[in-house]
């Protein structure tokens, strides 16, 4: 257990519609990163913030947007979603180098 | 931008015997490359990380080496057991406590 956690584990849903991921980060961790794991693509870095605000931005798509809370936890939304978005999300978190993964959401777009 | 490739992309190795993953990156600015392994529907885990200004770091059964000058780092595991079978991915960080650029990863598989 990295200490980073992640809701909803699944989540199915049509074309069209619009849903929240959820991440926690170890305590203390004040970077949170998001990552998309798709058959064809990999492991594709998405967004960062740190302590709040956003600090990089990787291949991310205008229809998907971030942010992190006072309480340090983050949320990914993704709108207009596509078949094409059917992937596994991951958030990971670090205070220094090392990042740390939580078990992602699963999200099925039909 | 960084780029990162790995191979190879599946490894068959017998329980005892070693295996060796490579990786090059292109951005001579990159100065942090940690290893991860994924079992099947799992979180990445990381399992050793190197930083540019060392060559090489062991922990138990496993060691990474860096060659900066060739812009390649190597993952290496001894006494391979079946439960080290997993997809392995190496990274970068182009300038540290930012984002990582993932490789393709590479499937080991360990027979007994």
Do not use: M
Request: contains cysteine; proline residues 5%.
């Amino acid at each position: 257990d990295s200490g980073v956690t992640q809701t909803p584990k699944h989540l199915i849903t049509a074309t069209g519609q619009r849903v929240t991921l959820r991440c926690s980060p170890r305590s203390g961790d004040l970077s949170v990163y998001w990552y998309q794991q798709s058959l064809d693509q990999g492991l594709q870095f998405l967004i960062q913030y740190y302590n709040g605000e956003e600090r990089a931005k990787g291949n991310i798509l205008e229809r998907f947007s971030a942010q992190q809370f006072p309480d340090l936890h983050s949320e990914l939304n993704l709108s207009s979603l596509e078949l094409g978005d059917s992937a596994l999300y991951f958030c990971a978190s670090s205070v220094g180098y090392e990042q740390f993964f939580g078990p992602g959401t699963r999200l099925t777009v039909l | 931008g960084e780029n990162v490739e790995q191979h190879p992309s599946t490894l068959s190795v017998q329980e005892g015997d070693s295996a060796v993953i490579k990786c090059t990156y292109s951005d001579s600015a990159s100065n942090y490359f940690p290893w991860y392994k994924q079992e099947l529907g799992k979180r990445p885990q990381l399992i050793i990380d190197i930083r540019s200004n060392v060559g090489e770091k062991k922990d138990q059964r496993i060691a990474v080496t860096l060659n900066k000058t060739a812009k390649h780092f190597s993952l290496h595991i001894t006494e391979t057991q079946p439960e080290d079978s997993a997809v392995y991915f190496c990274a970068a960080s182009p300038t540290g406590f930012q984002k990582l650029v993932f490789g393709t990863g590479t499937r080991l598989l360990v027979s007994p």
